[in-house]
């Protein structure tokens, strides 16, 4: 059974869901495919430790550092594409931002491909169900653009300036 638990946020209300040991949702109020990941009722439940511990790493994040996803365990509902896009979005520096295009180009080397759209990647990217904690809001179009983000533009503005990324051409991240 999947339960959840909330917590306040500088960019809104944030529902956490959990398969008892690890994170398995992280979605802001108002955001798309809220909760879709997880079937089934998810009762309230705040004494769990996976909570205790994301929202020690969120009080940290909001304060300014930058803790790590790979602190937490992390068990996002996904494909293997999926996964491997999200695996991409663990590894982008705070302070960076990524294309569309260039994830596509790292899966297809990934997986021994010519290339990948960098439309599949944004569905991948868009139905991240760890948001924050996977870095979804650090990917760009490809001109540097805020493009789509799923709790929205100004939340996805507000994370990046958050964590001192400037959206231009120069400042994205290939790696």
Request: overall charge positive.
């Amino acid at each position: 059974m999947y339960c959840i638990t909330e917590y306040s946020s500088p960019v809104g209300g944030l529902t956490l869901a959990s398969d008892g040991e690890s994170l398995t949702g992280l979605w802001i109020d108002g955001q798309k495919y809220h909760g879709s990941a997880i079937y089934g009722a998810m009762p309230k439940n705040d004494a769990l430790p996976v909570f205790t511990a994301a929202k020690n790493w969120l009080g940290r994040y909001f304060a300014g550092l930058k803790p790590a996803a790979s602190e937490l365990p992390l068990a996002p509902a996904g494909g293997e594409f999926r996964a491997g896009v999200w695996d991409i979005l663990c590894s982008i520096p705070y302070g960076e931002v990524i294309t569309y295009g260039d994830i596509a180009k790292r899966i297809a080397q990934k997986i021994n491909r010519e290339s990948m759209s960098a439309q599949a990647v944004g569905g991948a990217v868009g139905h991240n169900p760890i948001s924050i904690i996977i870095p979804c809001h650090r990917v760009v179009g490809a001109n540097g653009s805020l493009t789509g983000y799923a709790a929205g533009i100004e939340v996805k503005r507000k994370l990046l300036s958050h964590e001192g990324a400037y959206v231009s051409r120069k400042k994205v991240a290939v790696l």
